[in-house]
C-alpha cells in the first residue's frame, strides 16, 4: 500500500511538472530532464510511469482541463445570459492567461501538428470546455431570437478557440485581443438589446434571422 501510495504521489508530481515545464520552457524546450526537474524526481521515472515524454504530456493536458473546468463549472452553470456570459469569458480568460493555463493549451496544440500523440488528448481537453460553455449557450439562448438560428455545438468551438487564439495573440499585440474582447461584448449588448424588444418586434427578428440562413431554415 505504502509503495502504491508513493507511486501515485510520483505520477501527481510528474503531471505538474510536465505542466510547469509547459509554461516555462514550451513544447520545444520541454522534455524529461526539464519535467523531472520541475517535479524534483529522477527523468528516469518519466519513463517509467508514462513510458514516454509525449504521454506524459498528453496525460498532464488530460489532467490539467479537468482540473480548470471543475474550477469554473459552478460559475458557468450560474450563468443566466449572454452578456453575463461574455463577461464571465473576460474575468476567467484573465485568471486562465495569468496562471498560465492557457499557454499551457496553446503549447499543446503547438506540439499536435508534430507529436501525433498529444493530438487526441489535448482535443479531449477543448471538448471538456466546449461541453460546458454549449450547455450554457443552449441555456441562454432559448427563447430568444437566436435560438433555432445559431448553432450552440458550433459556437462552442468557437469560443473554445477564441480563448486560445486571444492568449497567442495578447503576445503580440495586447492592445488588439482588447478591441477583440471588447467587440464581442458590444456585440453581447446588442443581442441583449434585441432581447428587450417587444414580442412581436422579436419574432420580426427571429423570422428574419431563419430568412437569411439560420439552421432553422
Not at 35 to 59: I, M, R, T
Request: charged share 25%; hydrophobic share 45%.
Amino acid at each position: 500500500m505504502a509503495q502504491d501510495a508513493k507511486g501515485r504521489e510520483t505520477r501527481e508530481k510528474l503531471l505538474d511538472g510536465a505542466l510547469r515545464s509547459l509554461v516555462e520552457h514550451g513544447i520545444t524546450g520541454t522534455s524529461a530532464r526539464s519535467v523531472a526537474a520541475a517535479a524534483g524526481v529522477n527523468q528516469a521515472l518519466v519513463f517509467y510511469h508514462f513510458g514516454s515524454v509525449d504521454e506524459l504530456l498528453a496525460a498532464a493536458c488530460r489532467r490539467g482541463a479537468e482540473q480548470r473546468v471543475a474550477r469554473h463549472r459552478d460559475r458557468l452553470r450560474a450563468v443566466t445570459g449572454l452578456t453575463e456570459l461574455l463577461a464571465f469569458g473576460r474575468r476567467m480568460h484573465e485568471e486562465e492567461r495569468d496562471a498560465g493555463h492557457v499557454a499551457v493549451l496553446a503549447q499543446l496544440l503547438a506540439g499536435a501538428q508534430s507529436h501525433p500523440r498529444l493530438a487526441p488528448a489535448t482535443a479531449a481537453g477543448l471538448d471538456l470546455w466546449v461541453e460546458e460553455i454549449e450547455a450554457v449557450l443552449r441555456r441562454v439562448l432559448a427563447g430568444t431570437p437566436l435560438d433555432g438560428f445559431a448553432d450552440p455545438a458550433g459556437l462552442a468551438r468557437a469560443v473554445a478557440a477564441s480563448f486560445v487564439g486571444l492568449e497567442l495573440y495578447e503576445g503580440v499585440d495586447p492592445e488588439g485581443a482588447e478591441a477583440a474582447l471588447t467587440a464581442l461584448e458590444q456585440l453581447g449588448a446588442l443581442i441583449a438589446a434585441v432581447e428587450e424588444l417587444n414580442p412581436v418586434a422579436r419574432k420580426a427578428v427571429a423570422y428574419t434571422l431563419r430568412r437569411s440562413g439560420g439552421r432553422g431554415r
